[in-house]
C-alpha cells in the first residue's frame, strides 16, 4: 500500500496485540483493554515476555492516566492546550486502544452543522420514501453509540455554540432522539466521546457551562525538559526531511539544542539558568513549531544555501516563530536579543543574523 | 519493666492514631517523647484550653535569643496527643533528646573553630581535613528509607512509609503497626545504613538511651516511648549499649548556655516549612482533615474544595463533586489503591471542576491543602525573645516607654542617634507605630525627628511578630522577606529597598535586588518602571551600603534605564490629558535620576529615548513639550533646533489647546527660561499675540493654570517683561572680546566663590 499515512491501530497493531495477549487487569465493557495496559500503550515500556511497546506520549505518565480513567467514568474527555502539543495525537491512540478503532472521527470547524454531529439525510431517499431509517445518514457519533466506541471530535471549541449544545444529550442521556422517526438511538456500554481544543486561539467559540459539566479537562503541556523537547524535534525532524528529500545532511544537533532553548526560554519567561527573567511573546512556541523552524531552515539551506544549516537559514524562521504581534511581540524579541543573546559568547552568529531582521 | 517504643513520623496522623490507641491499651506509667529535656515544663501545657495548635515550643539561648530551634506542634502529631493523653490521665511526661543547650554548644564550637581558622590562617593545615569532611557527609547520604520503597517498587522512601504506616488505619492494629515500624527500620539500622544526620544521631541517640535508664532506675514499670521511626530500634538496646553511652556522653562539651523554653503561636503556613524536627509537612490542611474525619474522608474533602470554590464565584454542582469522586476512585483503581489519596483527589479536582487549569488548584492548596490556621497560645506565658530584645535595646539606647508624646531629634554623625535611628526605622518596618516621623525643617540629611508615644497595645502586636524572628533586626529582615513575597510591582520593591537603608538590613538587600531585576525584566508598565528608577539610582549612590554588591545594584540600574527606553515611546501613545500629566512627572522625576547617575552612557540612552519621543506622532503635546525642554538643557537639541520645534508647535494650524499644553510641558513649572531666554520669549510672544479673541478666552484658563505655577517672582518678572514686548536687544550675547574684561574687578569675586564652593 501507497498510504502517506496509517491509522494508529493498523500502525502499531502488533503492539496492540501483544498487549492483549499479555494483559491481565479487569476490562471495562467492551474495551479492548485494561485501563492499565491503555496506559502503557500510550506511555511505553516493556511487557512481561520482554516485547518492547514504543512511547507515543513522551511527558507525564499521570495525565495519561488521568485521561484514561476518565474514560472509565461515564464523563467525557476533553484534550486541552496549546497548538502542536500531541492533542489529536493521544486521541488518536487512546481510542486506537481503547476501542481499536481511532477513525469515528468529526472534524470541528465553524461550518459543522448539527447533522455532523448527530444524523443526516439521504434526501433522494427521504422524498422516494418518506422519513425511514434507510433515508437515515448516520454520523461517526452515532456509529460509536450503536457499537460502544469512542467518538472523536477534534477543535470542539471551532463548532459553533448552539450545535456543540447538541452533545449535551448524547453525553448526559447517552441517547440520540429521532423526533422524526419516534424512534432512538441509545448508547452501547464503552462509549464515550474524547474532544480536542486548543486554549490559545482567539475568536473560538467557548464551551457552554452545561458543556463543560460534561467534560473532564486534560491540559497537555509543552514538553517538561529540554533534553525531552530536543529529542522530539530531532525524531521528527529526521523523519520528515527524509520524507520531503532535502538535499542537506541531518540538521546539526547543537542548532536543534539552540533553537529548543531560544524557544524554551521565551515561552517560560525565565532563561534556562533561572537568572534572568523574560518576557513572554504571544505565539504558543510549541514542539511543532520548533520542528517546522528547523524544517524550513534546512529547505533554505538546501535550495538556496550550501547545503549546511547555518544561524542564517534559522533567523528568518525564528523571528517568524516568534514574531506573531507586530507590536509586542518586536518588543519582546528585541529585548530577548539585546539582553541574553548578545551576552553568550558562541551565540554571536545568530545575534548577528537576527540583528540585521529586526 | 516494660519498655514499648512507638516508632513515629512527626506529624503523620496514621502515626498519631495508632500512638492514641497503643497509650489506651497499655496504659504506662511513664510517658517519654523525643524532643530536648528543656521542654518538658512546657509540655506540661499540652491540653490547657487556650493552648491550640499549631504551636511550637520555641526553645532559645537567653544570652543570644538568635539560636533558637522550634518544635511546632498539630492537633495530628503523635507527640502532641501522647502529651494530651499523659496530662489528662496525670502520667508524667518527659521529653528525651540532646539537652538543646549542649546542642546550641556544639554549633557555638564549629563556629568558633571556623573563624578561628580564617583568623589565624597558619593553622589552617591541620585542621583543614576536619572541615572538609563535614559538608560531605551531608551530600552524600540518601534517604535510608528509599532502599526499603526500591524493593518494594515505590518511587521514594516516602511514598513507601505513606503508603505502609500512615494512609491506611486498621482500627485494632496498632501494637501490629508498631511492631512493623521496628522491624523495617531495624533492618535499615542492622545494615548500619547511614542518614544525613549520621554524626549528630550518635550522641542524640546515646542520651535518649541514657534518659530512659535514668527513668528505669527511677522504678518506673511500664514506659512507653514516643520517637521518631529512625531511632526507635537502637533504643531497645539498653543494657548493652550502656558503657558505650557513658564513652560517647563524656565527649560531649559542657556548656554554660541557660536555655528557656516558651510556646509561640504558629501557622500552618509555618508546619508545611522546615523545622526542628528537620520535617516539615506540605499538606497540613489535609492531614488535619483526615484526623478530624474518619469516614468518607474523601467525599467530604471535595465538598470542603467545592465550597471554597464557590465562595470565590466559581460554579460547582454537587455534579461536579460527584463526578471528582468517581474519577479519584478510577484513578486510585487505575494504579492499584484502595483507596485515594491527595493526590488523585487533587487530580479529579484539576480534570473536573478546574478545566485542567492548575491556577485554581493554587487556591485549593492555600486554603484548604496548607489551611489558614492560626495557634493560639495563653496569655501568662513567658516572655518570647523579640520581646525580651526589644526591651533591651531600648533600655540601652536610652528611649524610655512613655504615654506622653515626646520629640527626639536625632543627629546621625552622633553614634547613639544613629542606633537609635536604625533601630525607629526598623521598628516602622515591623508595623509598631510608637515612633512617629515627623518633617524636619533642616534640609540635610545627617538629621532626623521622631515622635514617640507608647500604648499598651503596642506591645501585643509585638508579640504577634514573635515568630517573625527573634531579635527586631531579624523581625524586620522577615517581614520585608514577606512583603517582599507577594509584591510584582517594580515601585514598590524599590520603596522596600529604600527603606532597608536607614534600617540597616544590608543582608537582605540582594534578595531585593535580585527580585527587582526578575519584576523589571517582565514588567510591562513602563509607569511602574519610572517610579523604580529615581530611588534605586537614589540607593545606588550611598557610599556605605557595606555588603551590598554594588556592581549588581549597578547592572540593575542600567538595564532598568534600557527598559524604560525601550518601552517609553509606546507608552506616551495616545495617552488622555490626565493619563498624560501623570507621565510628565514621572518624565521629569527619571530625567532628574539620570542626571544624578552621572554616567554619559545612561545619558546617551535616555537622550536617544526622549528624542524618539520628540519625532513620535500621538503623542500628548504636553510630553513632546516637556521632551524638547528636556533636550535643550542637555543641550542635545541646539537652540536653533530648539527655535524649529517651538514653532513648529506653536504654530497657527495647531490645536489652541494642543498648543498650550506643549507651552505647560515645555516651561515644566518654571517661568526662568522665558525671563533668560529673548528668542524664545519673542516667539511666544508673538504667538500670543497672533491668537484670536476667541481662541484666546478658550486657552486662558489652560494657561492660567500653568503659568500660577511658577514663584510669584517669576510671575512678576514675565509680566513686566511683556510690558516692554518684543526685546529686540539681545543682554543675553556675551562679548567675545577678550580684551574688555577687567580681570582686577573678577578677581574680587573669587574669595567668595571659594566659600561657596568649599574649596
Redesign the interface.
Known amino acids: 500500500m501507497n498510504l502517506l499515512r496509517q491509522h494508529a491501530e493498523v500502525q502499531f497493531s502488533e503492539e496492540l496485540a501483544e498487549l492483549k495477549k499479555q494483559d491481565s487487569g479487569h476490562l471495562p465493557p467492551n474495551w479492548m483493554l485494561s485501563?492499565?495496559a491503555v496506559?502503557t500503550y500510550l506511555m511505553g515500556g516493556k511487557l512481561k515476555n520482554g516485547f518492547e511497546i514504543s512511547p507515543k506520549y513522551i511527558g507525564d505518565r499521570?495525565l495519561m492516566?488521568?485521561a484514561?480513567?476518565?474514560l472509565?467514568?461515564?464523563?467525557a474527555l476533553?484534550l486541552?492546550g496549546l497548538p502542536g502539543t500531541a492533542k489529536s495525537w493521544v486521541s488518536e491512540h487512546i481510542s486506537a486502544a481503547v476501542s481499536g478503532d481511532s477513525t469515528l472521527l468529526i472534524q470541528g470547524t465553524a461550518g459543522t452543522g448539527e447533522e455532523a454531529i448527530r444524523y443526516g439525510w439521504n434526501y433522494a431517499r427521504l422524498l422516494a420514501e418518506g422519513p425511514t431509517e434507510n433515508a437515515l445518514v448516520t454520523t461517526p457519533m452515532m456509529t460509536a453509540m450503536k457499537n460502544g466506541k469512542i467518538a472523536r471530535i477534534e477543535e470542539l471549541t471551532r463548532i459553533s455554540a448552539d450545535v456543540q449544545d447538541t452533545l449535551i444529550t448524547v453525553l448526559s442521556e447517552k441517547t440520540m432522539p429521532i423526533p422524526e422517526l419516534s424512534m432512538e438511538v441509545q448508547a452501547i456500554r464503552g462509549f464515550n466521546v474524547i474532544a480536542t481544543a486548543n486554549n490559545r486561539d482567539k475568536g473560538v467559540n467557548e464551551l457552554s457551562?452545561a458543556l463543560?459539566?460534561r467534560f473532564?479537562?486534560?491540559?497537555l503541556p509543552v514538553p517538561d525538559s529540554a533534553e525531552e523537547e530536543v529529542d522530539i524535534v530531532r525524531r521528527r525532524v529526521a523523519s520528515l526531511a527524509k520524507g520531503l528529500e532535502l538535499p542537506v545532511q541531518a540538521p546539526a544537533l547543537q542548532e536543534i539544542q539552540r533553537i529548543v532553548k531560544i524557544f524554551r526560554e521565551l515561552r517560560n519567561?525565565v532563561t534556562e539558568d533561572g537568572k534572568?527573567?523574560?518576557?513572554s511573546p504571544t505565539g504558543s512556541l510549541s514542539t511543532a513549531e520548533a520542528i517546522s523552524v528547523v524544517n524550513s531552515g534546512l529547505a533554505l539551506a538546501g535550495h538556496f544555501g550550501d547545503g549546511t544549516m547555518n544561524a542564517q537559514d534559522l533567523a528568518a524562521g525564528i523571528m517568524g516563530a516568534i514574531v506573531k504581534d507586530p507590536?509586542q511581540d518586536k518588543?519582546v524579541w528585541?529585548?530577548y536579543l539585546?539582553?541574553v543573546v548578545k551576552g553568550r559568547e558562541e551565540w554571536k552568529d545568530i545575534y548577528r543574523a537576527c540583528r540585521e531582521l529586526v | 519493666m516494660p519498655i514499648t517504643i512507638l516508632g513515629i513520623r512527626h506529624h503523620g496522623v496514621g502515626s498519631a492514631k495508632n500512638v492514641a490507641e497503643r497509650l489506651e491499651q497499655i496504659q504506662p506509667d511513664l510517658i517519654l517523647v523525643e524532643g530536648p529535656p528543656e521542654i518538658s515544663e512546657a509540655l506540661a501545657l499540652v491540653g490547657h484550653s487556650d493552648l491550640k495548635p499549631p504551636v511550637s515550643v520555641m526553645i532559645y539561648n537567653t544570652e543570644n535569643p538568635k539560636q533558637s530551634s522550634f518544635y511546632p506542634f498539630a492537633e495530628y502529631s503523635p507527640e502532641w496527643v501522647a502529651a494530651v493523653y499523659a496530662n489528662k490521665n496525670q502520667i508524667p511526661l518527659r521529653a528525651m533528646d540532646l539537652p538543646a543547650a549542649i546542642g546550641f554548644q556544639i554549633d557555638n564550637d564549629k563556629k568558633d573553630a571556623i573563624k578561628n581558622v580564617l583568623e589565624n590562617p597558619e593553622t589552617v593545615e591541620e585542621k583543614e581535613a576536619e572541615f572538609i569532611s563535614e559538608p560531605i557527609n551531608f551530600v552524600g547520604y540518601r534517604d535510608p528509607m528509599s532502599y526499603l520503597a526500591e524493593v518494594a517498587g515505590f518511587k521514594s522512601g516516602e511514598a513507601f512509609w505513606e503508603h505502609h504506616f500512615e494512609k491506611n488505619y486498621l482500627q485494632n492494629s496498632s501494637s501490629d503497626h508498631f511492631e512493623g515500624v521496628l522491624l523495617a527500620m531495624g533492618s535499615l539500622r542492622e545494615e548500619k545504613i547511614p542518614s544525613s544526620l549520621e554524626e549528630e544521631n550518635v550522641y542524640r541517640e546515646a542520651y535518649m538511651r541514657e534518659i530512659i535508664r535514668k527513668a528505669q532506675n527511677e522504678l518506673y514499670q511500664n514506659i512507653v516511648v514516643v520517637c521518631g521511626a529512625w531511632h526507635a530500634p537502637v533504643l531497645e538496646e539498653l543494657d548493652k549499649s550502656a558503657k558505650t553511652d557513658t564513652k560517647i556522653l563524656k565527649a560531649l562539651p559542657k556548656t554554660k548556655i541557660k536555655v528557656l523554653a516558651t510556646w509561640i503561636p504558629w501557622t500552618n503556613q509555618r508546619l508545611s516549612t522546615q523545622s526542628g524536627y528537620g520535617a516539615g509537612i506540605d499538606s497540613p490542611g489535609w492531614f488535619e482533615h483526615i484526623w478530624k474525619t474518619p469516614k468518607e474522608y474523601d467525599l467530604r474533602w471535595l465538598t470542603k474544595v467545592a465550597k471554597v470554590f464557590r465562595k470565590k464565584n466559581v460554579?460547582i454542582?454537587t455534579?461536579?463533586v460527584i463526578?471528582s469522586v468517581?474519577?479519584a476512585e478510577?484513578?486510585a483503581?487505575?494504579?492499584a489503591f484502595p483507596k485515594p489519596s491527595l493526590e488523585e483527589l487533587n487530580?479529579?479536582v484539576?480534570?473536573?471542576m478546574?478545566?485542567?487549569?492548575?491556577i485554581m488548584l493554587n487556591l485549593v492548596r492555600e486554603q484548604l491543602i496548607i489551611g489558614k490556621r492560626l495557634g493560639k497560645v495563653p496569655a501568662d506565658i513567658p516572655k518570647v525573645p523579640l520581646q525580651e530584645d526589644f526591651e533591651r535595646t531600648i533600655k540601652g539606647l536610652r528611649l524610655p516607654l512613655t504615654a506622653n508624646a515626646k520629640q527626639y531629634d536625632l543627629d546621625l554623625r552622633n553614634d547613639n542617634d544613629l542606633r537609635r535611628s536604625i533601630f525607629l526605622h526598623r521598628l516602622e518596618i515591623l508595623e509598631i507605630r510608637w515612633a512617629r516621623r515627623v518633617g524636619n525643617k533642616n534640609k540635610g540629611t545627617f538629621k532626623e525627628s521622631w515622635v514617640l508615644e507608647w500604648e499598651p497595645e503596642m506591645m501585643i502586636s509585638l508579640i504577634d511578630k514573635a515568630f517573625v524572628g527573634n531579635t527586631v533586626e531579624i523581625a524586620a529582615q522577615q517581614t520585608i522577606v514577606n512583603q517582599l513575597d507577594n509584591e510584582n510591582s517594580v515601585g514598590k520593591v524599590a520603596k522596600l529597598i529604600q527603606k532597608t537603608i536607614p534600617a540597616e538590613l544590608f543582608e537582605i538587600i540582594d534578595v531585593l535586588l535580585s527580585k527587582v531585576?526578575?519584576?523589571a525584566?517582565?514588567s510591562?508598565d513602563i509607569l511602574d518602571l519610572m517610579i523604580a528608577y529615581p530611588p534605586l539610582v537614589q540607593v545606588s549612590r550611598y557610599g556605605n551600603v557595606r555588603k551590598t554588591d554594588l556592581s549588581m545594584m549597578q547592572g540593575i540600574v542600567d538595564?532598568l534605564i534600557?527598559?524604560i527606553s525601550?518601552?517609553l515611546p509606546?507608552a506616551c501613545y495616545g495617552l488622555d490629558e490626565a493619563n498624560a500629566e501623570n507621565m510628565f512627572t514621572k518624565i521629569g522625576q527619571v530625567n532628574e535620576a539620570v542626571r544624578l547617575t552621572d554616567s554619559a552612557e545612561t545619558d546617551s540612552i535616555w537622550l536617544e529615548c526622549l528624542r524618539k519621543l520628540l519625532e513620535k506622532s500621538g503623542i500628548n503635546q504636553l510630553i513632546v513639550g516637556c521632551t524638547c525642554r528636556l533636550l535643550l538643557d542637555a543641550q542635545y537639541l541646539s537652540e536653533e533646533a530648539t527655535n524649529q520645534q517651538l514653532s513648529y508647535s506653536l504654530s497657527v494650524n495647531n490645536e489652541p489647546a494642543d498648543v498650550a499644553a506643549w507651552i505647560e510641558g515645555f516651561l515644566k513649572g518654571s517661568g526662568m527660561i522665558l525671563i533668560y531666554d529673548n528668542k524664545l520669549w519673542n516667539l511666544i510672544y508673538r504667538w500670543v499675540e497672533q491668537i484670536g479673541e476667541e481662541v484666546f478666552m478658550e486657552l486662558l484658563p489652560i494657561l492660567r493654570r500653568t503659568f500660577s505655577k511658577f514663584e510669584y517672582a517669576e510671575r512678576r518678572q514675565i509680566g513686566e517683561k511683556a510690558k516692554e514686548g518684543i526685546i529686540t536687544q539681545d543682554y543675553s550675547k556675551v562679548s567675545d572680546n577678550q580684551d574688555n574684561i577687567d580681570s582686577e574687578r573678577g578677581e574680587k569675586a573669587l574669595p567668595v566663590l571659594r566659600i561657596l564652593m568649599g574649596i
Not at chain 1, 276 to 279: C, N, P, R, S, V
Open positions: 485501563p492499565q496506559v499521570r492516566e488521568i484514561v480513567a476518565t472509565t467514568t461515564d464523563r476533553l486541552y457551562g463543560k459539566r473532564n479537562t486534560v491540559i519567561g534572568t527573567k523574560l518576557k507590536i518588543i528585541k529585548e539585546e539582553t | 460554579d454542582s455534579a461536579h463526578e468517581r474519577l478510577s484513578l483503581a487505575l494504579r487530580e479529579a484539576l480534570a473536573v478546574c478545566m485542567g487549569d492548575g531585576n526578575e519584576l525584566t517582565i510591562a538595564s534600557i527598559r525601550i518601552g509606546n
